[in-house]
């Protein structure tokens, strides 16, 4: 807080106040929370810009936002466009500990933004979501359900500019929580995260449906509610984190300052409800004349309250699609969100979430607009025409891009999904690629979904060069299995045969469980390749025999047959087993 205080101290003396957009473009750790209630504290609004975006996308959504006034460390800043003005955080140190560690008294008009985050947008431009200060204080209603207070210690799980971090913050801070902030390696679903967790005691967290399907088995006595949200919480989730703790389901989108809804306690017998309407917020299930459904009856879900954003931030068309005159409320003024989503009232007063009723999708707990993708793949020069949708042919939900050459071109799927990952961040980049003759379309005129073709996701755009080594022929095994396809070859990469970080972790799993072998996640993402990693492995279960055979050189005779004999015993049980 105090460090907040003064950093917020130096923005009012550059000018930040109601109405200042301020970038900030940090990497992972305290400096993210602070520099962001720095500028709240000094009545500007942050845009959040997650250095691990692809750099053009992060100076787009700077210019976009019209921010005047970049906070960030001096190898972040010199990656971006020169802004009006520019607060090197590591060149300051001197000035900040200079600063007044007060509050600064600043008028801020409730309805002034206190933040602005993007997401996807239709259109096949990202949107900026304006989200006004009193939307903070409608954070609360999940902070009692959560029941944070003092003593508690909420895991800091989500990147900088995904809307979840503001509530993690909020909800952590303003209540007297520690905030648990592991390092990027540490915060990977995985053995390590489940690690951070039991060391730092957590005892509540944020986490959605996809990363606590991967996270592995491991004893966290301490964590004793989970509130999961972005997607639908499977019911063998349920019965994996729930037991032994309140796992709650929350909703809540962007424009609605996150969280709007949130259940009661959930077990796996049914699909989870999305709850009800915390305090502040109203919820009406309509249909398309605006008219409410009855119970049971499927209907557009509208979002009313304290929490609802401004609008998108230079978008004024879009802004009056979305955010309509509330016809229910007294409030004079009054707006609701149109959430697309579509819901129905259950017989106890909750909320079933059924689906959606545009063509927005949900990629591990990620809003993606396919239109967005879209727009990126038909600006490469190659390409004449692009459908991007949502498949689950192999149980899991994936992205997949279709695209008709520009005649002449021959596009290769690999060099257009690079396209694509230089441009998106990695939930927006397709699993696969696939070159169609045209793209098809119904009697209507719009996409005809059904007449795509599945991909051949085993085709990686290398030529085929079968695993060489025995190392190489179990890792091989495993990807197939973890990925779905029937074949793997030496030279073919784990993300293009539709690998993603979630599937690196489970892959990291395997690797300790069926071959014994303890590999950091980052070696799957700095070694990609088949026979990278599995040169990888090689050095690792090497370095392993070569301390092995140290400790058994100091080893007596007699020391040696009570070790062999021991490992014996123990061995003979499995055996027979």
Same mark, same amino acid.
């Given at each position: 807080?105090?460090?907040?205080?003064?950093?917020?101290?130096?923005?009012? @003396?550059?000018?930040?106040?109601?109405?200042?957009?301020?970038?900030?473009?940090?990497?992972?750790?305290?400096?993210?929370?602070?520099?962001?209630?720095?500028?709240?504290? +000094?009545?500007?609004?942050?845009?959040?810009?997650?250095?691990?975006?692809?750099?053009?996308?992060?100076?787009?959504?700077?210019?976009? %936002?019209?921010?005047?006034?970049?906070?960030?460390?001096?190898?972040?800043?010199?990656?971006?466009?020169?802004?009006?003005?520019?607060?090197?955080?590591? @060149?300051?140190?001197?000035?900040?500990?200079?600063?007044?560690?007060?509050?600064?008294?600043?008028?801020?008009?409730?309805?002034?933004?206190?933040?602005?985050?993007?997401?996807?947008?239709?259109?096949?431009?990202?949107?900026?979501?304006?989200?006004?200060?009193?939307?903070?204080?409608?954070?609360?209603?999940?902070?009692?359900?959560?029941?944070?207070?003092?003593?508690?210690?909420?895991?800091?799980?989500? %990147?900088?500019?995904?809307?979840?971090?503001?509530?993690?913050?909020?909800?952590?801070?303003?209540?007297?929580?520690?905030?648990?902030?592991?390092?990027?390696?540490?915060?990977?679903?995985?053995?390590?995260?489940?690690?951070?967790?039991?060391?730092?005691?957590?005892?509540?967290?944020?986490?959605?449906?996809?990363?606590?399907?991967?996270?592995?088995?491991?004893?966290?006595?301490?964590?004793?509610?989970?509130?999961?949200?972005?997607?639908?919480?499977?019911?063998?989730?349920?019965?994996?984190?729930?037991?032994?703790?309140?796992?709650?389901?929350?909703?809540?989108?962007? @424009?609605?300052?996150?969280?709007?809804?949130?259940?009661?306690?959930?077990?796996?017998?049914?699909?989870?409800?999305?709850?009800?309407?915390?305090?502040?917020?109203?919820?009406?299930?309509?249909?398309?004349?605006?008219?409410?459904?009855?119970?049971?009856?499927?209907?557009?879900?509208?979002?009313?309250?304290?929490?609802?954003?401004?609008?998108?931030?230079?978008?004024?068309?879009?802004?009056?699609?979305?955010?309509?005159?509330?016809?229910?409320?007294?409030?004079?003024?009054?707006?609701?969100?149109?959430?697309?989503?579509?819901?129905?009232?259950?017989?106890?007063?909750?909320?079933?979430?059924?689906?959606?009723?545009?063509?927005?999708?949900?990629?591990?707990?990620?809003?993606?607009?396919?239109?967005?993708? @879209?727009?990126?793949?038909?600006?490469?020069?190659?390409?004449?025409?692009?459908?991007?949708?949502?498949?689950?042919?192999?149980?899991?939900?994936?992205?997949?891009?279709?695209?008709?050459?520009?005649?002449?071109?021959?596009?290769?799927?690999?060099?257009?999904?690079?396209?694509?990952?230089?441009?998106?961040?990695?939930?927006?980049?397709?699993?696969?690629?696939?070159?169609?003759?045209?793209?098809?379309?119904?009697?209507?005129?719009?996409?005809?979904?059904?007449?795509?073709?599945?991909?051949?996701?085993?085709?990686?755009?290398?030529?085929?060069?079968?695993?060489?080594?025995?190392?190489?022929?179990?890792? +091989?095994?495993?990807?197939?299995?973890?990925?779905?396809?029937?074949?793997?070859?030496?030279?073919?990469?784990?993300?293009?045969?539709?690998?993603? %970080?979630?599937? +690196?972790?489970?892959?990291?799993?395997?690797?300790?469980?069926?071959?014994?072998?303890?590999?950091?996640?980052?070696?799957?993402?700095?070694?990609?390749?088949? %026979?990278?990693?599995?040169?990888?492995?090689?050095?690792?279960?090497?370095?392993?025999?070569?301390?092995?055979?140290?400790?058994?050189?100091?080893?007596?005779?007699?020391?040696?047959?009570?070790?062999?004999?021991?490992?014996?015993?123990?061995?003979?049980?499995?055996?027979?087993?």
């Amino acid at each position: 807080d105090a460090r907040a205080n003064r950093i917020a101290g130096l923005l009012r @003396e550059m000018g930040v106040g109601p109405e200042t957009r301020v970038a900030l473009c940090l990497e992972r750790g305290p400096d993210q929370a602070a520099c962001a209630l720095a500028v709240v504290k +000094a009545g500007g609004a942050f845009v959040p810009l997650d250095p691990a975006h692809p750099r053009d996308r992060r100076a787009w959504l700077m210019a976009d %936002s019209g921010a005047s006034l970049l906070v960030a460390t001096r190898d972040l800043a010199d990656g971006l466009p020169e802004a009006p003005r520019v607060l090197v955080l590591d @060149e300051a140190e001197d000035r900040i500990a200079a600063a007044s560690p007060a509050s600064p008294e600043v008028e801020v008009p409730l309805e002034a933004a206190a933040y602005v985050v993007y997401t996807s947008g239709s259109t096949g431009t990202p949107k900026g979501v304006l989200v006004p200060h009193r939307g903070i204080g409608a954070m609360h209603g999940f902070a009692d359900a959560m029941d944070v207070g003092p003593g508690s210690r909420l895991l800091q799980f989500y %990147s900088f500019s995904f809307d979840m971090f503001v509530m993690e913050t909020t909800v952590g801070l303003t209540r007297g929580a520690c905030l648990v902030m592991g390092n990027p390696e540490r915060m990977r679903p995985g053995p390590d995260l489940v690690a951070l967790m039991r060391s730092e005691r957590v005892t509540q967290s944020l986490i959605s449906p996809a990363v606590l399907a991967v996270m592995p088995e491991g004893e966290l006595p301490d964590l004793h509610t989970i509130i999961s949200g972005g997607e639908a919480l499977p019911p063998e989730t349920v019965t994996r984190w729930g037991a032994g703790r309140r796992l709650l389901n929350g909703y809540g989108p962007t @424009e609605c300052t996150m969280g709007a809804t949130v259940s009661g306690p959930v077990d796996g017998e049914r699909r989870p409800p999305i709850g009800r309407a915390i305090p502040g917020y109203t919820t009406w299930v309509l249909d398309p004349e605006m008219r409410p459904s009855p119970v049971g009856a499927p209907g557009e879900l509208y979002l009313g309250g304290v929490g609802v954003a401004r609008g998108y931030l230079g978008r004024p068309g879009l802004t009056a699609e979305r955010f309509v005159p509330d016809p229910y409320g007294g409030e004079p003024g009054a707006r609701l969100y149109r959430s697309g989503d579509r819901v129905a009232w259950r017989g106890d007063g909750q909320l079933d979430f059924l689906g959606r009723v545009d063509e927005q999708v949900k990629i591990r707990g990620h809003r993606i607009e396919p239109r967005e993708v @879209e727009a990126v793949l038909r600006a490469h020069p190659d390409v004449h025409a692009a459908a991007v949708i949502a498949r689950e042919d192999r149980g899991e939900k994936r992205l997949v891009g279709y695209v008709v050459a520009r005649e002449g071109a021959d596009p290769s799927p690999g060099a257009l999904r690079e396209h694509v990952a230089a441009r998106l961040p990695n939930a927006m980049v397709p699993s696969a690629v696939v070159r169609i003759e045209r793209i098809p379309l119904n009697t209507h005129g719009k996409l005809d979904v059904r007449a795509l073709p599945a991909p051949d996701l085993s085709d990686s755009g290398t030529e085929h060069v079968p695993p060489r080594t025995p190392t190489e022929q179990a890792l +091989a095994a495993l990807w197939a299995e973890l990925l779905g396809v029937p074949r793997v070859g030496a030279e073919d990469s784990f993300f293009d045969l539709g690998g993603h %970080s979630l599937l +690196a972790t489970r892959l990291v799993s395997a690797l300790r469980l069926k071959l014994d072998v303890e590999l950091p996640l980052r070696d799957v993402f700095d070694a990609p390749r088949l %026979s990278q990693l599995a040169d990888r492995i090689d050095v690792v279960q090497a370095e392993s025999l070569a301390a092995l055979g140290a400790e058994l050189e100091g080893l007596s005779e007699d020391e040696l047959r009570t070790l062999l004999d021991e490992t014996a015993a123990a061995a003979a049980p499995a055996e027979q087993g």
